[in-house]
Structures are given as structure tokens and as C-alpha cells.
């Protein structure tokens, strides 16, 4: 069974940036799709990032485009997510998965952007 640990969360202000890791116990992540979601209080988890398995291809939003970058290191069985320009709009837990979710979820790593 696969578990995924994130980590790299915390307080930043506005502007701010965080680097943000995944890390898979298994190495079956190493060979498939990862993306990054986040759910803020209240509100859907949503999708903020996608890398292909060899991670050359990638995709994100229009709320993230410019600012968030996904990539990932295979050896490692880590997935990555820089976030740049950080705005309080950002503030979520952050978690990560597969596209099709069908890894079990990890427990998130809290992101909160001060204005």
C-alpha cells in the first residue's frame, strides 16, 4: 500500500514563497501521473497542479499558472510544488495524489498567506 507524506507548509506573507514536498512509500508513484490539490475552509478540494510520470509534461489552472511550478524527483519517489507570488487566496491544506485520486490522502501540509 502506497502512503503519501507532505510537508513544507507554514505562515508566509503575501508575496511569499513555499516549497512544498510529496513523498510516496512506495515506488509505484515513480511511474504514474502525480498532481497537487488544496482545500480551503469551506470549500472543494481542488486541483492545482499536474506532472506527467517522466515529468516533462505539466498542467495548472489559470488561479495558479505563472505562480506554481510541479515537479518531482522519481529516485526520490518525491513530488514537488514551488509556489511563488503567494496570495491570501492560496491559503489551503495542500495535499497530493494521483489525477484520478486513487491514492489513499495524506494527512496535507497547511499553507497560510498573510495580507
Known amino acids: 500500500q502506497v502512503h503519501l507524506v507532505e510537508s513544507g507548509g507554514g505562515l508566509v506573507q503575501a508575496g511569499g514563497s513555499l516549497r512544498l514536498s510529496c513523498t510516496a512509500s512506495?515506488?509505484?508513484?515513480?511511474?504514474?501521473?502525480m498532481a497537487w490539490y488544496r482545500q480551503a475552509p469551506g470549500k472543494q478540494r481542488e486541483l492545482v497542479a499536474v506532472?506527467?510520470?517522466?515529468?516533462?509534461?505539466?498542467n495548472y489552472p489559470d488561479s495558479v499558472k505563472g505562480r506554481f511550478t510541479i515537479s518531482r524527483d522519481n529516485g526520490k519517489n518525491t513530488v514537488y510544488l514551488q509556489m511563488n507570488n503567494l496570495k491570501p487566496e492560496d491559503t489551503a491544506v495542500y495535499y497530493c495524489?494521483?489525477?484520478?485520486?486513487?491514492?489513499?490522502w495524506g494527512q496535507g501540509t497547511q499553507v497560510t498567506v498573510s495580507s
Open positions: 495524489n494521483t489525477p484520478t485520486r486513487t491514492i489513499g
Open positions: 512506495g515506488r509505484v508513484v515513480s511511474i504514474i501521473a
Open positions: 506532472i506527467s510520470s517522466g515529468g516533462s509534461s505539466t
